[in-house]
């Protein structure tokens, strides 16, 4: 084991303190288990993410505001950083992109999915390793 | 929905490069223990081509097996075409770094009635 040092706000420590120990209880320990579950999902999520995707996230930042104004209930599709199409279904969004892409965003704005799932019982990982690219 | 031992659903799956299978239907085990609408392997996954509809990351939900374990979904957006029942549900499927499942959720039911027979081993879209 190894000490990790670093600041963060102190909202966002007063909360992440106060889940560490509703999930690991009130014992020595408790923030260490959760730090470490948050640096392991951290990394999962940014260990294989490619150029191109995050591209088409960062562009799916900055354009948000102006794609739930003007696109609200309709799917939109964002490729090489910018809108390459919109409509009402998937299927007119699923158009082959144009040159040669790699990833691309499809949503439908203004859905509201859920943001956590129970995955039953049958569920468990089994390998390790990049997610499919 | 016969000659498998479990509840399942055959469904076509509609994605970015186009339906699978192409000209008949996969048959997809239901689970009621999962909450979403389609937990696809990483292996389909990949197959499918799905990181080319892939919802924005903010998007994406965390997964909680029955073990606490958290898992992050990748989430695409995807059709399922239930042939026998001449639905198509626009949805999304997720997967997970090592999954190898393939899962109808709860979610998915949602949009379908359906009757489980033990004694016969039979699901029945009604």
Redesign the interface.
Known sequence: MVVVKGSVSEVLEESFRRKAMEKYGYSKGSISKALE?AIE?WL??EADETAE?RA??EA??KLREEILRSYAGK?V?IAKGKIVASGD???EV?V??EGK????????VGER????????????????????? | MRGIDVPAVGVSI???TGSFPKDDELLIRV??????FF?IS??L??KLR??????????W???????G???????????LRVPKAKLSL?G?G????????D?L?LKFLEALTITLDGPKRMTRLL
């Open positions: 579950k999902l999962e999520m995707e088409n996230n799916y930042a799917y599709a279904s998937l299927n699923f082959a992109p892409v790699s990833h691309r965003l499809v949503f439908k999915l859920p943001r956590r799932e129970r995955l039953g019982w049958r569920v468990s990982r089994e390998g390790t390793g990049p997610t499919s690219k | 509609v994605g970015p689970d009621t223990g999962y909450d979403g937990l990483e292996d996954y990949k799905f990181r080319l509809s892939e919802m924005p990351r903010e998007l939900a965390a997964g909680k097996t029955v073990t374990e958290l898992f992050v979904l990748r989430r695409a957006s995807l059709i626009e999304f997720e997967t997970f770094k090592g999954n190898e499942d899962l959720g």
